[in-house]
Structures are given as C-alpha cells and as structure tokens.
C-alpha cells in the first residue's frame, strides 16, 4: 500500500477510535473579577510603532514594524460581545443620556507586532541514486543514521548535485498591554493584563537553514502556531469531520471543503489575522463569560438514552432517562447529568451527578461533572 495512503489510514482510525460520543458547551464565568460593571467602552487601540516587544526563547527584544491594533480590537469586540457580560456603548452617552460611570468600564490596549516575511532560495543538495549502486555502501550511511550525514557523504563523493529551492519564511509576535478602567476615577479594575501570541513556518528550502537568528527561530517555534504535530492534526481532522456533519453550510463557510495545500505559504494577513484571535480570546476569558468546549464519552446504561444524546435529541433522551424506573443505574444517572447539562439546565445536572455521587462514591465521571459546573 502506498505509505501516504498508509497513514491516512492510520490517522483515520485514530481519529474515529478517539472521537468522542457528545460535544457539550458550557458557559464560564470571566478569569478575574470585574465588580459593578454593566457598560463597557472601548477606546481606540494604540500601535505603539518602534517600540520593544519581548523575544520568546531568549533575551533581547523585537522592534514593532506593522500596526493591527484596528484588527485585534474587532476581534476583541466581538469576542466580549458573544459572551454577553456587558453593554458595550461608542461613548459616555446614550441616546443623548449620560451613563452611570461608576458601573462603566473603559477597556485600553498597547499594541506592539514584530512581522518578518522573508523569501529567498536555498541551495539544496540531493543525493543521486537513479542505479542501485550509485552511490557505494549506501547501507553503512543510512545506519549512520541522519539525512545531513548521508548528504554530506554523497557530497564528498560526488554523487548529487546542488539545485536552488525557494523558500518563503516567516515569524509574527503579538503583544499587547490591556488596561481596564473604571470610568468614572480612572481606577484600575483588574492590573494589566500582557498577553503574547507567536507564529512561525518556513515553506519550501532546506530546513535546517533560517535567515532569522537561530535562538528566536527555537522560541518561535516552541510558542508558535506553525507546523501541527500529528495528535494535533488528528484533532483537528475529528473536530472537521464533526462540523461537517453537524453543520455542512458551516463547514463550507469556513472553506474547509476546499482543497488546501500545506506548501503554500500564508499571506502577512492571514497570519496577523491568527495571532489576534489568539490573544483576543485568552484575554476575553479573562473579563466576559466565555464558553468552553467539552468532548465526553457517555457512560454504559440505556442504548436508547445514548444514542439520543449522540444525535444531540438532548431533551427526547431525558424524558427515556426520566421516565425509568428508579432509583437509576449510576451509567444512566451520569447520561441524564450530561443531557441536561447540554440544554443549559446546570442546578438539574448538579444535582444528578450530586445524586450520582452518593450513589457510587468511587465513579470519577460524577466527579468530573460536578467539576465543569
């Protein structure tokens, strides 16, 4: 079988052995304590152009060189606005009506963004071996074992030969200062809040070569969004394969019907466009209510109940799970905790997996609901 089709294969099985049988969402109260706000402005934020941003992976600093200050604030507009945790208001009046500033918030940000996008072209060496033997004791080289022996033994012997490979390689780092103040006294409502986003990737060329210094390439990469490792890749085919189940017209809005090649380098946009997402939303979980995402797998009890819950008919399984005679077998109790957790009905599922709990002290599954409440 073709390796490639091998590990799609295996990727496949993976992901299908793993995938959980019910996705829940629960809403999240914010991180820190914002007391007696109910009105939130927002004011313009800043690009602070030339100034020092932290390097990841070692000392130093970066030089901000591209302003997204107008991106990152929609993004984080809306991320606060879905969570629903405050009016959010243009200014200090509404419908020509001052607003009460004592329970208003102005939300602040410094913005700094480091962007290289550096194209070129490599020189490469490939190893020639169009005969059998063309290259001598091949077997000895590849129990020296690394690719970068191997080429520098062809080379001594001449067998290849060098080709010019172009590459395209970039780095991002975002970070931003947030000041939440209390309107009214300009008082701090929670202390600054520095939150940093990084990408790395470099397309096409020799890998092991960088025109970026080598010490901020590892930080990068340790802290980056490039390359997906394969359990993340898993993860995100699984996560994929749910949505465009559950939600087609979704999944095509989101362009993941379209075939997308990993050679092709992202555009800058793209890339800043990433990284505001990613500090909008570890920072909005900070001050709004947030949702957060849960995989579960349901426990053994009534067939009938589960496969309900795994269609998401969440209110068909509870009136099954309800109308059993009880007491309830402790799988069925936890199934009926996470049914109505699913709708949103959070005093019912605690008191489920409470009663679960009492019932079979030593089950964690109990545990772990009473834990995402």
Request: proline residues 5%.
């Amino acid at each position: 079988m073709n390796p490639r089709w091998t590990l799609l294969l295996l990727v496949g099985l993976f992901v299908s052995s793993c995938t959980p049988d019910v996705k829940i969402f629960a809403t999240k109260a914010p991180e820190l304590p914002v007391d007696q706000v109910k009105t939130l402005i927002f004011e313009p934020f800043v690009d602070q152009m030339g100034a020092q941003l932290a390097v990841p992976g070692r000392s130093g600093s970066l030089i901000s060189n591209q302003g997204v200050a107008q991106l990152l604030q929609a993004e984080v507009l809306k991320g606060i606005a879905a969570g629903g945790s405050y009016r959010i208001v243009p200014g200090t009046q509404v419908q020509g009506k001052p607003l009460d500033l004592r329970t208003t918030a102005i939300l602040k940000a410094k913005v700094r963004y480091f962007e290289v996008n550096q194209p070129g072209a490599d020189q490469v060496f490939f190893v020639l071996l169009a005969k059998k033997k063309g290259l001598e004791g091949l077997g000895d080289l590849a129990v020296m074992g690394t690719a970068a022996a191997i080429e520098r033994a062809a080379e001594s012997s001449g067998k290849g030969f060098r080709l010019p490979v172009p590459f395209v390689e970039t780095a991002g780092a975002l970070e931003v200062d947030f000041d939440l103040v209390r309107a009214s006294d300009q008082s701090q409502l929670i202390p600054t809040q520095r939150v940093t986003a990084y990408w790395y990737n470099k397309w096409g060329g020799h890998p092991d070569r960088s025109t970026i210094n080598a010490q901020m390439v590892e930080g990068f990469k340790a802290k980056g969004t490039g390359k997906l490792g394969v359990l993340d890749q898993a993860d995100l085919i699984s996560k994929r394969l749910q949505l465009k189940r559950d939600d087609p017209d979704a999944f095509e809005a989101a362009g993941y019907h379209l075939k997308q090649d990993p050679m092709v380098p992202l555009n800058p946009l793209a890339i800043r466009s990433r990284l505001a997402q990613q500090v909008s939303q570890k920072f909005t979980k900070k001050i709004a209510r947030h949702e957060v995402e849960f995989q579960l797998n349901l426990a053994s009890g009534d067939g009938a109940a589960a496969n309900l819950i795994r269609g998401g008919a969440f209110e068909a399984a509870i009136n099954r799970l309800e109308s059993l005679p009880t007491p309830l077998e402790s799988g069925d109790l936890y199934n009926l905790g996470v049914a109505y957790e699913a709708i949103g009905e959070r005093t019912q599922a605690k008191r489920k997996f409470q009663q679960g709990q009492k019932q079979d002290p030593g089950n964690g599954l109990f545990k772990d609901g009473l834990k995402r409440l």
